[in-house]
């Protein structure tokens, strides 16, 4: 086969929306109006509208969307904030920074998401709030997860860098979208995330006036009259450039979702064939939307990992070592044996190329390599 394999191919996907969002971008440039301008508004406007949050404040990017989002609860230093151990570093980060105190709750095997049983035993007095991670893209057992924290009177932050358009569905049969369940809900904008654009940026979620206002504040340097300041805050915003972009791209997601759930589903197909291999469980109540498409082997990873790399397929290891095992991270005490499914999740996983331009033709040939690395790494 004689095609590139990406990872993810944006220059695949800008190609077939080119003319619009070279137009959108041009407009702004002309404009002048960099910061600020009436786009970010507008998508803001239209991100409410589709994913069925009350209120949606863009930011800077996915990061600082936490950071914020924790900010806004007024927190003392020591305060608790539980997360899992599998994810990206940036919800452990933002915890650290504010002199908050991470605590860590393991995740399933299957769904590789926060493990509600074990949730309500993390909790003490100094717990003020829970960040549930939705993994890959789904959505975390929101429902057990928001009895639990009501119980105790703790706020949920949703970590949705990697569900954006996914959705929720409770027993009850009320469906919400990821990210507008909790308290507060976080997205990021990174170029590659679902929803990506081009540069950073990223998005805050409530269904709370106050907590809308409190975070509008602090994107904005505790600023609402020009130059009073009350509150400390931070400078993080979506530039008009991004939030141009984005509202093309938006109306594009669930087309997006789509295609990705299609690719999903060859290569379920395939490797629900094949020994030694899992395939990404569904999540109960949750959609799907794939962020990444992360199977799981019983042994012979790493050597899976060298053979393709020396074969040129693109693949991911997401995340080769757990939150709590992260130099950065150690002198908060964890030991090795502390997350034991998390542990055993980072010799097991990899992520294989998923996104919108994937097709039948380049999925054949991965699979094909995969396999045939899989039979050379297990008689290693
Ligand atoms: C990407 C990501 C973030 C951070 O987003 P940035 O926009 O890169 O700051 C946070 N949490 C998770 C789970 C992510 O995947």
Redesign the pocket.
């Known amino acids: 086969m004689n095609r590139q394999i990406d990872m993810v191919d944006l220059k695949g996907q800008y190609a077939k929306i080119k003319s619009e969002v070279d137009q959108a971008i041009a407009e702004v440039v002309e404009s002048a109006y960099f910061i600020k301008g009436p786009w970010v508004k507008e998508f803001a406007c239209n991100l409410a509208g589709y994913t069925g949050a009350k209120y949606v404040v863009p930011c800077?990017?996915?990061?600082?969307?936490?950071q914020i989002a924790l900010m806004a609860l007024d927190l003392k230093p020591g305060d608790e904030v539980i997360t899992c151990p599998f994810?990206?570093?940036?919800?452990v980060e933002v915890i650290a920074l504010l002199q908050l105190k991470p605590v860590f709750v393991d995740v399933h095997a299957d769904t590789m998401m926060l493990d509600e049983t074990k949730l309500e035993a993390a909790i003490t007095d100094k717990t003020k709030a829970i960040i549930p991670?939705?993994?890959f893209g789904q959505v975390a057992n929101m429902e057990a997860i928001m009895d639990i924290a009501n119980r105790h009177d703790v706020a949920v932050i949703e970590?949705?860098?990697?569900a954006i358009g996914a959705t929720y569905t409770f027993s009850d049969g009320t469906t919400k979208g990821a990210g507008t369940i909790g308290h507060i809900g976080?997205?990021?904008?990174?170029p590659s995330?679902n929803l990506g654009c081009y540069g950073?940026?990223?998005a805050i979620f409530t269904n709370d006036e106050k907590l809308f206002k409190r975070i509008n504040l602090i994107c904005n340097h505790g600023m609402e009259k020009r130059y009073y300041h009350d509150d400390i805050g931070v400078n993080s915003r979506l530039d008009s450039i991004q939030a141009a972009v984005l509202d093309v791209k938006l109306k594009y997601l669930d087309e997006y979702g789509k295609a990705r759930q299609e690719a999903a589903a060859r290569y379920d197909e395939y490797f629900t064939k094949v020994e030694g291999v899992t395939i990404p469980a569904r999540a109960k109540g949750s959609t799907h939307v794939f962020?990444q498409y992360t199977l799981k082997l019983e042994n012979g990873r790493d050597e899976l990992s060298a053979y393709l790399k020396e074969q040129g397929i693109p693949h991911g290891i997401y995340y080769p070592v757990p939150l709590h095992l992260q130099k950065a991270y150690m002198h908060y005490g964890f030991q090795k044996g502390d997350f034991p499914v998390t542990e055993k999740l980072c010799e097991q996983v990899i992520s294989l190329p998923m996104h919108t331009e994937l097709d039948e033709e380049l999925q054949n040939f991965i699979c094909q390599k995969l396999e045939r690395g899989l039979h050379s790494a297990l008689t290693l």
Not at 60 to 66: E, P, Q, R, S
Not at 87 to 91: D, I, K, W
Not at 159 to 162: G, I, L, R, T, V
């Open positions: 800077g990017n996915g990061t600082d969307a936490l994810t990206f570093v940036a919800t991670v939705h993994l970590d949705n860098a990697q976080t997205t990021s904008f990174f995330k950073d940026g990223g962020h």
